[in-house]
């Protein structure tokens, strides 16, 4: 009798199913808006729609410690929204996942 709770669970195993470099053939935009006074917010614009981007934004605020979530924006398509400036998390953290290279992120803003 196997108990469930104990299996280490990988929440990016569809994703890495692909070859090494993923299925991100696109540039991932990652920009800061400012809303009122001190506050910002990170976005991060055109992961590949073969991976699941709730449970990357899950995955993102969980490590960033942040708020976030999956906005439809009319040009854009779906965004995932972050409280905070973590542009060089973001990078860091899809890079080190394996979700995307250097060369395929595009960091916006001041």
Request: aromatic share 6%.
């Amino acid at each position: 009798m196997e108990i469930q709770n104990l299996q280490s669970h990988d929440a990016f195993a569809e994703a890495n199913k692909a070859e090494a470099g993923g299925t991100q053939d696109t540039l991932i935009h990652i920009r800061i808006q400012q809303r009122s006074g001190r506050k910002t917010l990170t976005t991060v614009q055109g992961i590949s729609p073969d991976y699941d981007l709730k449970k990357i934004t899950r995955a993102f605020k969980k490590h960033f410690a942040c708020n976030g979530c999956v906005v439809d924006h009319p040009e854009y398509g779906e965004v995932i929204q972050l409280q905070g400036d973590q542009r060089n998390d973001v990078c860091q953290f899809l890079t080190l996942c394996g979700l995307a290279s250097e060369n395929q992120l595009k960091v916006h803003g001041f």
